[in-house]
């Protein structure tokens, strides 16, 4: 009896657990056996492994053919165990010698991962960069398929190999034709430099709207939430479009985290978005299992895929109030977990929210046009698809109004730019970063009362705008997070009144009344 092994890792979320291929031949009838909570495509692997050996030039052993899958209680999926199955047979049969000064790191220092065609050329598997990151923590080598040398070349480009044929992986073994080095596409480093000299979208093409380009540079400095309200074409979406550009570049770990969430997707990875800020735009249709994650495999929804980056959300109150509610946690812990009867898996969360909604069904709420004929009653149901929870877990509500004519041709009134808004941003979040580790938007409830307690005036001023406009505990504390922001943006030491100010008249919908909705006046009350 001859027994081999081969290492190979699953995919579990974010995770890639070890996985021993142990291969066993045995002399009885010939049967080939896979046991160790294989799926359906794992089991399927004997026939793709029986042809490809075949059509490869080797021997399929006749006899007893046992493949185990250690560890035996996780689940295995997806074509990647083909490579490591037919390695196994092949070492076990003695097909396949490796050299005795190579045997070990043959063996236990590579992980072999790739789905196995007909005649033996290596196909690409699906979410193979978490895989690639622990190979690379552990000093790993791992040999992949050709078309995967991008994605393992990012988060391990010293110690991945490729290969388009399982001839090439034995020829590796054997030691007569060692496999190059993966160089191909950037490495983390080189994606998060290379992602800011990317085309961008100038801050100053939005015409007019200086409360709005403050509040959206203010979200940027401090990570916060920001909610959008005014009328059709009023420029909402382009300046949600321009948020990308005004935060700094993603560190080479952030990176790699973003990257792998968009690995183990439904729509994989691009190596060429490697170090790019995420921007996600769902429609207004999809459901809560698209938004937050899940399905019958666990994938992770737009709120994983925009981690690190921006969730943009237009015409907010026409998503469902289910797939609405679910936003709330991720909001206020960063995190999602999807629970399955077979397993159980977290993927962060740690988006910037952006949404836009115009301020009635009509969307001419107090246009000067005076066009809305929305009553009053239509107005509060429309808004009342966004619930107070969630309202309060927004940090900023900003009025976007209809752009004057005069506006259109005023440039000067369009500043600052991209460049001078991103610069100031970068240099709020370096304060943050040395004062607190974290972005403000981030902080804890701890964090608060040491980092953001206003002075004197400050705190009459924010016990005054609580006691009349009615402030839940949750907003006040949102309250001084954005005025400790705008306190970063001016380079002041401490929160005053003048931050705590501004910071209450940007949330303009906890100020608004329902008589001043109904009459159809400015519901900012601006």
Not at 261 to 281: E, K, N, W, Y
Not at 473 to 489: C, E, G, S, Y
Request: glycine content about 10%; some cysteine; hydrophobic content about 45%.
């Amino acid at each position: 009896m001859a027994v081999a092994r081969v290492a190979c890792r699953a995919q579990v979320g974010l995770t890639a657990p070890p996985v021993h291929v142990e291969v066993s031949l045995a002399s009885g009838l010939p049967m080939f056996c896979i046991v160790g909570l294989a799926a359906t495509v794992v089991r399927e692997s004997k026939e793709r492994v029986r042809a490809a050996l075949i059509h490869s030039g080797f021997e399929f052993p006749a006899g007893r053919i046992t493949v185990s899958l250690s560890p035996a209680d996780l689940p295995k999926e997806g074509g990647r165990f083909d490579l490591p199955i037919a390695l196994g047979i092949l070492l076990a049969s003695g097909q396949v010698r490796v050299p005795a000064t190579g045997e070990s790191a043959a063996r236990a220092g590579c992980e072999y991962y790739g789905e196995l065609g007909l005649t033996g050329e290596l196909n690409p598997v699906p979410g193979l960069l978490p895989a690639a990151v622990h190979a690379q923590r552990h000093g790993h080598e791992l040999i992949v398929p050709r078309a995967n040398a991008a994605e393992a070349g990012a988060a391990a480009p010293a110690r991945a190999r490729a290969a388009g044929h399982l001839l090439e992986v034995c020829a590796h073994l054997r030691g007569t034709a060692p496999l190059p080095l993966c160089r191909e596409g950037p490495t983390a480093a080189d994606g998060c430099g290379r992602a800011r000299t990317n085309t961008r979208l100038d801050l100053a093409d939005v015409r007019g709207q200086t409360r709005a380009k403050r509040a959206l540079i203010i979200a940027a400095a401090g990570g916060h939430s920001l909610l959008m309200i005014g009328p059709p074409g009023s420029g909402k979406s382009m300046l949600a479009q321009r948020l990308p550009d005004l935060l700094p570049a993603l560190s080479p770990d952030e990176a790699l985290e973003v990257a792998a969430i968009a690995a183990v997707s439904a729509a994989g990875f691009d190596p060429a978005q490697l170090g790019a800020r995420p921007f996600r735009t769902p429609h207004h249709t999809a459901s809560a299992a698209a938004l937050v994650g899940g399905g019958a495999r666990a994938r992770p929804g737009e709120v994983s895929l925009a981690h690190h980056g921006v969730l943009f959300l237009d015409e907010l109150p026409e998503f469902t109030r289910g797939v609405l509610e679910a936003l709330r946690e991720p909001l206020e812990t960063g995190v999602v977990s999807v629970a399955r009867s077979s397993l159980q898996v977290q993927y962060p969360a740690a988006f910037q929210l952006i949404a836009a909604m115009n301020p009635c069904p009509c969307g001419r709420l107090g246009d000067s046009s005076g066009a809305c004929n929305c009553p009053g009653t239509k107005v509060q149901r429309y808004r009342g698809r966004i619930s107070a929870p969630l309202l309060d877990r927004l940090d900023l509500h900003v009025e976007v109004p209809r752009v004057a004519p005069a506006e259109f041709e005023a440039r000067g009134a369009n500043l600052p730019s991209s460049d001078t808004a991103a610069a100031a941003v970068a240099a709020a979040r370096d304060v943050q970063r040395n004062r607190q580790g974290v972005c403000n938007a981030r902080l804890t409830d701890a964090d608060v009362m040491r980092w953001c307690a206003p002075d004197a005036p400050g705190r009459r001023l924010l016990q005054s705008a609580v006691e009349r406009f009615g402030f839940s505990a949750r907003a006040r504390t949102r309250v001084l997070k954005v005025a400790r922001t705008i306190a970063d943006l001016e380079g002041r030491p401490g929160v005053g009144a003048q931050q705590v100010g501004e910071a209450v008249m940007l949330r303009c919908l906890d100020r608004a009344g329902p008589s001043a909705e109904i009459a159809g006046s400015n519901f900012g009350g601006q």
